[in-house]
């Protein structure tokens, strides 16, 4: 099957695009035709290149000197918001500028282009690319394919779809344009137009857009982060890094199947499996709770399904349909990010589990309110160490069905 790829505008979070690129290349995910908006543009050049290596270099080395003229110290202050009397020049200098010139000052991101993008390879490459950019000259969208671009011209396009509204104006002869992100930032439209209805977009925001999950004529396979990407202007190397595995991992987690928010698991059990654990929790704890809980006449396993597990939904927020798989492995991943797990690896379930009761260590807190029964708010502030207190008593379970 052969795919098109659609790259959502974003800037610094772009990072991520690449470690989808990546997963996909090592998948055997090939693909005929790329279009993107701002960064994604950016990114889908180098997408039609093949330049997958140079693309993770670029990205792994990236600093703001890369993208703006600016100070990379100076930068980070900006950014932790440390500025000392002694920067209040530099300030006032960059301030300046920024007036002067219309906009942050990105000749390093030209620099940077033209020392990665190679337009007649692409002119070559025999792949549909699409653009989005806005000429503010005639008050205009453009939807541009390489067709519509005049030869030599396209790495001054590819910075007109990607002139942020904070960043100096492109101009290209009489005209100047804007960042393409204002009017389509994810350019489904454009692959969909030229017939592809295998599609797989990558976005690099978490919600929006759902018109086109709608669409019964197009198979679009969607790579979307379950958490921040961080700031569009963070272009560090670290930022970079982190986004490039969520990317990566993300990615394998959708053509695969994988299991889990924030970690990656494989060979899960079924329902069943879990629903086995969560009847199996130890006694003693969960006595206590129930009674801190003022519930003592239930039986247990009604107690389990009717009260805990509604709490552990509304608590760990899965939603109505969550299964008791969902809820389970919320809850290894909520003690493994606890306990400071490495996240970007790919763990077999059984493994995982091992790895996560083994390290796990609550935290030492005074004892729940003797009776919280009806209280949601008094619940509710104390939900952590609720979560932490059934987590033991479940973690408890499993190593006494294993002794």
Same mark, same amino acid.
């Given at each position: 099957?052969?795919?098109?790829?659609?790259?959502?505008?974003?800037?610094?979070?772009?990072?991520? /695009?690449?470690?989808?690129?990546?997963?996909?290349?090592?998948?055997?995910?090939?693909?005929?035709?790329?279009?993107?908006?701002?960064?994604?543009?950016?990114?889908?050049?180098?997408?039609? *290149?093949?330049?997958?290596?140079?693309?993770?270099?670029?990205?792994?080395?990236?600093?703001?000197?890369? +993208?703006?003229?600016?100070?990379?110290?100076?930068?980070?202050?900006?950014?932790? #918001?440390?500025?000392?009397?002694?920067?209040?020049?530099?300030?006032?200098?960059?301030?300046?500028?920024?007036?002067?010139? $219309?906009?942050?000052?990105?000749?390093?991101?030209?620099?940077?282009?033209?020392?990665?993008?190679?337009?007649?390879?692409?002119?070559?490459?025999?792949?549909?690319?699409?653009?989005?950019?806005?000429?503010?000259?005639?008050?205009?969208?453009?939807?541009?394919?390489?067709?519509?671009?005049?030869?030599?011209?396209?790495?001054?396009?590819?910075?007109?779809?990607?002139?942020?509204?904070?960043? *100096?104006?492109?101009?290209?002869?009489?005209?100047?344009?804007?960042?393409?992100?204002? !009017?389509?930032?994810?350019?489904?439209?454009?692959?969909?137009?030229?017939?592809?209805?295998?599609?797989?977009?990558? $976005?690099?925001? $978490?919600?929006?857009?759902? *018109?086109?999950?709608?669409?019964?004529?197009?198979?679009?396979?969607?790579?979307?982060?379950?958490?921040? @990407?961080?700031?569009?202007?963070?272009?560090?190397?670290?930022?970079? +890094?982190?986004?490039?595995?969520?990317?990566?991992?993300?990615?394998?987690?959708?053509?695969?199947?994988? /299991?889990?928010?924030?970690?990656?698991?494989?060979?899960?059990?079924?329902?069943?499996?879990?629903?086995?654990?969560?009847?199996?929790?130890? #006694?003693?704890?969960?006595?206590?709770? #129930?009674? /801190?809980?003022?519930?003592?006449?239930?039986?247990?396993? $009604?107690?389990?399904?009717?009260?805990?597990?509604? /709490? @552990?939904?509304?608590?760990?927020?899965?939603?109505?349909?969550?299964?008791?798989?969902?809820? !389970?492995?919320?809850?290894?991943?909520?003690?493994?990010?606890?306990?400071?797990?490495?996240?970007?690896?790919?763990?077999?379930?059984?493994?995982?589990?091992?790895?996560?009761?083994?390290?796990?260590?609550?935290?030492?807190?005074?004892? @729940?309110?003797?009776?919280?029964?009806?209280?949601?708010? @008094?619940?509710?502030?104390?939900?952590?160490?609720?979560?932490?207190?059934?987590?033991?008593?479940?973690?408890?379970?499993?190593?006494?069905? *294993?002794?």
């Amino acid at each position: 099957m052969m795919y098109g790829i659609v790259l959502e505008g974003g800037g610094a979070r772009g990072a991520y /695009q690449v470690g989808a690129w990546k997963a996909l290349n090592e998948l055997g995910i090939d693909f005929t035709g790329v279009a993107g908006t701002s960064v994604g543009a950016l990114n889908g050049a180098m997408m039609v *290149q093949k330049e997958l290596e140079q693309a993770l270099e670029v990205w792994s080395e990236i600093t703001p000197s890369k +993208i703006i003229n600016i100070d990379d110290k100076f930068f980070e202050k900006l950014k932790n #918001r440390k500025i000392s009397a002694e920067d209040t020049t530099t300030l006032i200098q960059y301030i300046k500028a920024f007036l002067h010139n $219309r906009g942050l000052d990105t000749t390093p991101l030209h620099s940077l282009l033209y020392r990665y993008i190679d337009e007649k390879r692409i002119r070559n490459a025999g792949i549909v690319f699409g653009i989005v950019t806005i000429s503010l000259t005639e008050l205009t969208p453009l939807k541009l394919f390489l067709s519509d671009i005049p030869e030599g011209k396209l790495i001054d396009y590819l910075l007109a779809s990607a002139s942020m509204p904070v960043f *100096q104006r492109q101009r290209i002869d009489n005209n100047t344009f804007l960042d393409g992100g204002v !009017f389509d930032n994810l350019p489904i439209s454009l692959l969909a137009g030229k017939g592809f209805q295998n599609i797989i977009a990558v $976005r690099l925001v $978490r919600k929006g857009l759902k *018109q086109w999950e709608k669409r019964s004529d197009l198979n679009i396979t969607l790579i979307r982060p379950k958490e921040s @990407l961080g700031s569009m202007f963070d272009f560090t190397k670290e930022r970079a +890094i982190n986004n490039i595995e969520l990317g990566y991992y993300d990615t394998l987690r959708v053509f695969k199947g994988y /299991q889990g928010s924030s970690y990656y698991i494989d060979g899960c059990p079924d329902d069943d499996f879990f629903l086995h654990i969560l009847l199996q929790m130890d #006694r003693t704890g969960l006595n206590r709770l #129930r009674k /801190q809980l003022g519930i003592r006449d239930m039986p247990e396993k $009604r107690f389990i399904l009717e009260k805990l597990v509604p /709490q @552990l939904v509304d608590m760990l927020s899965l939603g109505p349909i969550a299964s008791y798989r969902d809820i !389970f492995i919320a809850i290894l991943e909520r003690a493994a990010a606890k306990n400071a797990i490495n996240r970007f690896q790919l763990y077999e379930y059984k493994n995982f589990e091992q790895i996560v009761i083994e390290s796990y260590r609550p935290e030492k807190r005074a004892p @729940l309110p003797g009776i919280i029964k009806g209280n949601e708010l @008094l619940l509710r502030a104390k939900k952590e160490q609720f979560l932490d207190e059934i987590t033991e008593i479940i973690f408890n379970g499993i190593k006494q069905n *294993q002794s």
